[in-house]
């Protein structure tokens, strides 16, 4: 697939000050928006349900972004983040460390506080979450152990929010991918996937990225064909499909599903 974006163009073309002014900004009319409300509301209702907890989640392709972890760093006192770009990680840590010229996710957190019941203020969320990030750590989905070099006990949960559908060319490496993950989380544990549907591609600034189509039939398949009990699946769909904006997709997904067996 000539069109695809391999792991070289995102390690040197990625701009993750990009990616997050267009699609993260948010309540200034980004094309982020949608998805924002939509899946921070979908993780609040998941992470203070009772039924997913432990005490380590993995973020898997965490990217430069913060806004999944928000309601997860309620239940999870020891988190570790990772993805594959350098200097996504870097990003990262800019807002980790609450170094100057960090994005500004105010706006995201206190919506997320909102959601929450408004029981503590967005600046306590943050230090909240800071403190409870352990590690930062190199991802990559597409072999065997994620993490390598690094080798962590199996997690009691596993969150992942628009990353695999960016690093795999085909449905099949897809299910590889996901299997991969799965090897990092205990039988019993939870998987936490979003992201969008019917996504072709997504711009981030001048560079054109791909996006693997994916559909409700082949998640719901993969997932179940990967060792999982699909316990809650929720979608939001767009009246029609938009290029607008700079990405085209026909909705978004949240699934929610424990792991039953190894595969």
């Known amino acids: 697939m000539s069109n695809f974006t391999g792991k070289e163009e995102y390690q040197k073309l990625?701009?993750?000050?990009?990616?997050?002014?267009?699609?993260?900004?948010?309540?200034?009319?980004?094309?982020?928006?949608?998805?924002?409300?939509?899946?921070?509301?979908?993780?609040?209702?998941?992470f203070h349900s009772g039924k997913v907890k432990g005490?380590?989640?993995?973020?898997?392709?965490?990217?430069?972004?913060?806004?999944q972890l928000l309601s997860a760093c309620e239940v999870f006192k020891n988190i570790i983040v990772s993805d594959f770009t350098d200097k996504n990680r870097e990003e990262f840590n800019l807002w980790l460390k609450n170094q100057p010229g960090a994005f500004d996710w105010s706006p995201v957190v206190k919506h997320v506080?909102?959601?929450e019941g408004g029981r503590i203020s967005y600046q306590e969320k943050e230090e909240r979450l800071r403190e409870c990030i352990k590690q930062v750590l190199?991802?990559?989905?597409?072999?065997?152990?994620p993490l390598d070099p690094v080798t962590i006990p199996a997690v009691d949960c596993l969150l992942s929010c628009l990353c695999l559908e960016g690093a795999c060319q085909d449905l099949e490496s897809y299910v590889t991918a996901l299997k991969n993950i799965t090897h990092l989380l205990k039988v019993g544990g939870y998987?936490?996937?979003a992201g969008d549907l019917g996504n072709n591609f997504y711009m981030v600034g001048e560079e054109r990225f791909s996006g693997l189509c994916l559909n409700e039939a082949f998640l719901r398949e993969a997932i179940t064909g990967t060792g999982y009990v699909i316990e809650n699946f929720e979608l939001f769909m767009k009246n029609e499909t938009s290029g607008e904006g700079g990405a085209d997709f026909l909705g978004h997904y949240v699934i929610v599903a424990r792991k039953e067996r190894k595969v």
């Open 191 to 193: 998987l936490v996937l």
């Open 113 to 115: 506080c909102q959601l």
């Open 55 to 67: 005490d380590t989640l993995i973020d898997i392709g965490t990217g430069p972004t913060i806004y």
């Open 14 to 46: 990625f701009s993750p000050k990009a990616y997050l002014n267009a699609y993260f900004r948010m309540g200034e009319g980004s094309l982020g928006d949608d998805y924002l409300q939509f899946v921070l509301r979908q993780l609040a209702k998941t």
């Open 138 to 145: 190199k991802c990559d989905v597409l072999i065997t152990n």
